[in-house]
Structures are given as structure tokens and as C-alpha cells.
């Protein structure tokens, strides 16, 4: 019930934000309520709180014994108190027919990957332990070839020896016998385990010869089979040059991306210059200055606001270039078109080819066409906020999702678990 409650508060408490300045994003919205929806949908699935209860089911013969946290009520006074329940004992006939389960199971599979009794050079397999409810207990004669796991000790076995093994089982208070039988022979040299068991044991007798001399002499045979060693050396100039290799990629890519970084934020810092930029043209043309001496008026209160502290602005940096530039003797309409072409930006390179237009037609319509041109960067800038608005939430929905995923866990495996 309280998982409704809270949901429905969400819900309320989104809602009237929506309906305020402090909107919450639609996706994160949305997010938050359908975790809380599922988190309310296995809640009243699995049920929750303190339930009476007047016996506690017991864990399955050969699984481990569980813990269960109880509260213990008598009156008024309550304790808490976790019980420690056994696993569950199986009856005689269970216990028997265990023991005899394991018996066959031992014979069908104590040979490991021997593919014969009487042909045995690897490891067997023996537990002291099978299916959790049957111990087990080895006698092995001769005592020194396997040991109660069933390792075998090759350097033991000088030649086929008969291996009697017998097994004790007990479950409860059952028992039961096995009695096994194999023939351990030496390694044979043909074989994978066969070479590698013989050729640490000619390496481990090489290094015991001589142990005064400088260098230990290696093996040239192994039986009638001639080997060769060959040792791995580290080339140090490879992996120079592939650090280097790495450390230039990285270089390229950390240009490229400081390339893409610097662009996005020069186009930034334009679009922010240009409603003003636009603005100002507007205002001193209406005033009845040439295009020419509206730049010029520009570029002198720019300078003047540098003088004053204020930052540096790229667009009014251009256009006092500009002006230098014309004031040098370039043509006023190249100089226009050279404006656009070096501020990259799509809105400089339409009020130049505005300006340049009205070089060759005139300004007649020069301010009308300005000021709705200051209208649509206005509109355009108020966009883009919002746009970084959107993103920077975006940003932080990252982290919320992590959260969200978090408390689904903390929600889903309890209720999986209570209702498996």
C-alpha cells in the first residue's frame, strides 16, 4: 500500500511542477513513474509486510541449511530472531536407496578419463562427498599411487600395478560398500600427458646435474624422439615504435577533437555576436550612416568597451580587421564577402551578401531587411538555449537512470526471490 501512495505522490508532485516555470523533462518523467509503477506492480504481486506464520518450510536433503529473520510477538512486547533450519532429513528408505544411487554412480564414473581398468595413467575420480547427503571414506592399497582424491603419482608407478580401492558410505545412519579395482601403468610417451610428463622430469634432472656450472645443460631426446628448445626474447624496438605509434594516433585524435571542440565553440560565441552585431547595423543605418560608417561606428564602441575591461567578442575583432582593412584601400564589397568567408558562420555569410546586394542595388530595403533579420537571429538564439537547456538535462538523466536501475534491483531480486 504504501508503494501506491508514494506512486500517486510522484505523480501529483510532476504534474504541478509541469504546470509551473520548473518543468521536469518529459523522459525523466517518464522514467521516474514507470520504475515506480513496477516497483508497485511486484509489490502488490509478492506481497509485503509482517505476515503470521506457524511453521517454516525446511531446505531440500543435500542443500545447505537457511537462515530465516522472524519477529516473535507476545503481547505487547515484540523480538526479533533468526532461525537457523536444517536441511531436511530423508527417511530410512531414502537414506538407502541414496547410498545405493551413489554406489552406481561411483562405478560408472570413477575411471575419469581412463578409457580402461586395466589401463590407467591418469587421475580418477573419488569425493568425500556426493550429492550432499552421502559421505565417503577411501582405502587404497597399495597406499602411494592415488591419493583420496584420486590423483595419481606417476613417478610411482615403475610398472603395471594392480590398485584394489574400497569405498565406505554412509548416509544418515545407512551404509553401504564399493570395491574398485585398476591397473596403474607408467605414463605412455606417446601421448600428450605422456611427453609432458616425461620431459619436466628430464628438465627437473638437468637442473640437478652440475648445479656448479654456469648454464644447465637442456635435453636433446626425450626417449627416441629428438626435441629442441628455443627461448622467446622480448624486442624492445617493436614496442617503441608502436608506442609511438599509439601516441601519435592519439595525438591526431586529440587535435581532431580539440579542432571540433574549438569550431563548435567559435560558432558559439558567433552566434551570440550576431543579433547584436545585426542589431547595431539596423539602428546606425536607420540613423542615416552608410553601411561603411555603421561598421566603423562598430568597431570604435568595441574598442573603446575593450578599454573599459570588457571580454573579447570574435565577430567585432573580424570587423575591425575589416575596417582597417578598408581604410587600407581594399574594395568595400571584397571586403564584405572576405568578412563571411572568415567567420564560417551561415548568418555573417547572409548579412554580407545582404550588404554586398545593397552596395550594387542600393539601401532602400537594406533596413527592413535588417531588422527582420535581428528578429530571426533573436528567435534563433532563444532556440539554441533552450536546445543547451534540453541537452544539460539529458546529462543529468544519465546518472538518475543509474539511480533508477539501482532501486530496480533493490525491488526485483526480493520479490523474485519471496516468490520463488
Keep these: 500500500m504504501a508503494s501506491v501512495i508514494i506512486t500517486v505522490i510522484t505523480i501529483a508532485v510532476i504534474l504541478a ?26 509489490s502488490l504481486a509478492g506481497g509485503s509486510g509482517n505476515q503470521t506464520i506457524s511453521k517454516i518450510k525446511r531446505p531440500e536433503p543435500g542443500t545447505m541449511s537457511e537462515e530465516h529473520e522472524v519477529t516473535v510477538i507476545e503481547g505487547d512486547k515484540k523480538e526479533k530472531l533468526t532461525l537457523q533450519i536444517s536441511e531436511r532429513e530423508l527417511t530410512e528408505k531414502g537414506a538407502e536407496e541414496a547410498v545405493k544411487a551413489v554406489e552406481k554412480q ?40 592415488f591419493d583420496e582424491e584420486g590423483k595419481i603419482d606417476n613417478s610411482k608407478v615403475k610398472k603395471e600395478t594392480q590398485v584394489t580401492i574400497r569405498g565406505y558410505l554412509k548416509c544418515q545412519n545407512k551404509t553401504g560398500k564399493v570395491k574398485l579395482s585398476v591397473t596403474a601403468v607408467p605414463v605412455p610417451l606417446d601421448t600428450a600427458e605422456g611427453f609432458s610428463y616425461y620431459l619436466k622430469k628430464a628438465v627437473t634432472e638437468a637442473d640437478k646435474r652440475d648445479r656448479a656450472k654456469n648454464y644447465m645443460e637442456l635435453p ?45 565553440k567559435w560558432q558559439s560565441e558567433l552566434s551570440y555576436d550576431y543579433p547584436k552585431v545585426v542589431s547595431q547595423l539596423s539602428l546606425y543605418i536607420g540613423a542615416g550612416f552608410s553601411v ?26 573580424e570587423i575591425v580587421r575589416m575596417n582597417r582593412k578598408i581604410k587600407d584601400g581594399e574594395d568595400e564589397g571584397t571586403a564584405y564577402k572576405n568578412l563571411g568567408d572568415c567567420l564560417r558562420h551561415k548568418g555573417f555569410r547572409k548579412l554580407t551578401l545582404l550588404l554586398s546586394q545593397s552596395l550594387m542595388k542600393g539601401n532602400k530595403d537594406l533596413r527592413d531587411q535588417l531588422e527582420q533579420e535581428e528578429k530571426s ?24 537512470i543509474g539511480l533508477m536501475g539501482i532501486i530496480f534491483v533493490v525491488l526485483m531480486v526480493p520479490a523474485f526471490m519471496q516468490m520463488s
Excluded at 521536469?24 to 517518464?30: E, G, L, R, T
Excluded at 560408472?108 to 578409457?115: H, P
Excluded at 636433446?220 to 601516441?247: C, P, Q, T
Design 292 to 317: 561603411k560608417a555603421a561598421f566603423v561606428q562598430l568597431g570604435n564602441a568595441y574598442i573603446k568597451g575593450k578599454a573599459r575591461g570588457h571580454p573579447d567578442r570574435p565577430a567585432f575583432e
Design 220 to 264: 636433446e631426446s626425450i626417449g627416441d624422439k629428438r626435441i629442441a628448445f628455443s627461448e622467446k626474447r622480448e624486442d624492445d624496438g617493436v614496442k617503441l615504435v608502436i608506442l609511438m605509434a599509439f601516441a601519435l594516433g592519439l595525438y591526431i585524435f586529440y587535435r581532431h577533437q580539440k579542432s571540433k571542440d574549438d569550431e563548435k
Design 377 to 400: 537571429a533573436y528567435d534563433e538564439r532563444r532556440i539554441g538555449a533552450k536546445t543547451k537547456g534540453e541537452e544539460a538535462s539529458l546529462k543529468l538523466l544519465v546518472p538518475m
Design 17 to 42: 511542477l509541469n504546470r509551473g516555470k520548473n518543468r521536469i523533462p518529459v523522459k525523466i518523467a517518464v522514467c521516474i513513474v514507470g520504475l515506480e509503477i513496477v516497483g508497485t506492480i511486484i
Design 106 to 145: 561411483i562405478k560408472r564414473e570413477y575411471l575419469g578419463k581412463n578409457k580402461s581398468a586395466d589401463f590407467v595413467y591418469k587421475d580418477i575420480k573419488l569425493q568425500e562427498e556426493y550429492n550432499g547427503n552421502v559421505e565417503a571414506s577411501w582405502d587404497i592399497t597399495p597406499y602411494d599411487i
